[in-house]
């Protein structure tokens, strides 16, 4: 996952769309760049509603569900985690996979350890403003 401070994000901003829910930087507002998937502030929050208490969240954009331990083929889209090596893992299944995980199975996955850490640049990027 990269992030390389604020000027990293506002680049993102204007030429990446989140991976999870598909709004483009101007409206989706701070965009995390990992290596091809994209994630928002929103959906990182979303993200971290869904991992504490394993119930889907949607929005008008996306929906979000926890991944089954069982499911040995899902991949975390920015550290590349399979689900068995993760903690949790959240998935918008009806989205397209991004990055290197293009063009294998529908849905765009982010682990329990990658949401801490967009969670932890989000509000760090909160406390520069």
């Not at 990269?2 to 030429?15: C, M």
């Not at 994630?39 to 929906?63: F, H, K, M, N, P």
């Not at 068995?84 to 293009?102: H, I, N, Y």
């Amino acid at each position: 996952m990269t992030s390389t401070g604020k000027g990293a994000l506002k680049q993102s901003r204007s030429q990446s769309a989140c991976s999870f829910c598909g709004l483009d930087g101007a409206h989706a507002g701070r965009i995390i760049a990992g290596p091809g998937t994209f994630i928002c502030d929103r959906c990182v929050e979303l993200s971290a509603a869904v991992l504490s208490d394993g119930e889907r969240r949607s929005t008008a954009c996306t929906s979000l569900v926890c991944v089954a331990r069982a499911d040995g083929k899902a991949r975390c889209g920015f550290c590349g985690r399979r689900r068995a090596q993760a903690d949790a893992m959240v998935e918008a299944p009806t989205r397209p996979q991004a990055g290197k995980l293009r063009g294998r199975r529908p849905g765009v996955r982010i682990c329990a350890a990658c949401v801490e850490l967009c969670q932890e640049i989000v509000t760090e990027e909160r406390a520069e403003l």
